[in-house]
């Protein structure tokens, strides 16, 4: 039962490779489509090169309410230093504003589902301070950014609009993604787990926000 799994999904991943060539799948996946809401998540767990395009929104000035999302670290810039990518992000944006802080949301820790679990710490987080939101955008990391922003639709529910911004990696080249192995491997990474969030992934038995 197991290979059989595993052999249909390597068909749909070649499929979709095959439906989706060359800088067609980055666009896909990396899908900028904000909807201008009122609170803006930049995902903790980008570099700063990656955190820099998050600034433009920011400075835009059209958000009530901007925060940062994560998980503990497990990677540094530093030694020493805040605890999660949440904390991180956050005061490394906070560095060029003035007029606006940015909050941190930190998530728990958990080995999978790290983005859906991050998309419930905000949920909760805004209800333990008592605000309410119809519509919000998500900053994510360029090929990642579609599957951000469904996974957020799954927290947050038909009730609240979700919209996306893409960050451009830092390693650049992800038009042409099959000409590097690291963007190659990636780019297959993302679209892998986005076909399973569409097709496996049910919030209610996935242990994750729970």
Not at 1 to 13: C, K, N, P, T
Not at 67 to 80: I, K, R
Not at 152 to 163: K, M
Request: charged letters at 15%; glycine letters at 8%.
């Amino acid at each position: 039962m197991r290979r059989f799994v595993f052999a249909i999904a390597l068909l749909a991943i070649a499929s979709a490779v095959v439906a989706f060539t060359g800088s067609q799948l980055y666009r896909f996946l990396a899908i900028n489509e904000p909807v201008g809401g009122t609170l803006l998540v930049v995902e903790g767990w980008m570099v700063p090169a990656e955190l820099d395009g998050a600034l433009i929104p920011l400075r835009a000035g059209h958000y009530q309410l901007i925060v940062t999302s994560g998980g503990p670290l497990y990677d540094a810039w530093h030694s020493e230093g805040p605890a999660t990518f949440a904390e991180r992000a956050a005061a490394y944006l906070n560095g060029f504003l003035t007029d606006k802080p940015v909050v941190p949301v930190p998530a728990p820790d958990t080995p999978t589902d790290r983005t859906y679990t991050s998309a419930v710490a905000v949920r909760e987080w805004l209800k333990a301070s008592h605000v309410t939101v119809t519509s919000l955008d998500v900053f994510s990391w360029g090929p990642h950014a579609r599957r951000s922003r469904d996974l957020y639709r799954l927290a947050f529910g038909p009730q609240v609009q979700v919209g996306v911004f893409a960050a451009e990696p830092a390693a650049g080249g992800f038009d042409a993604w099959y000409r590097t192995s690291y963007a190659t491997e990636e780019m297959l990474k993302e679209l892998a787990g986005y076909i399973w969030i569409k097709c496996c992934f049910w919030p209610s038995s996935s242990g994750s926000g729970s």
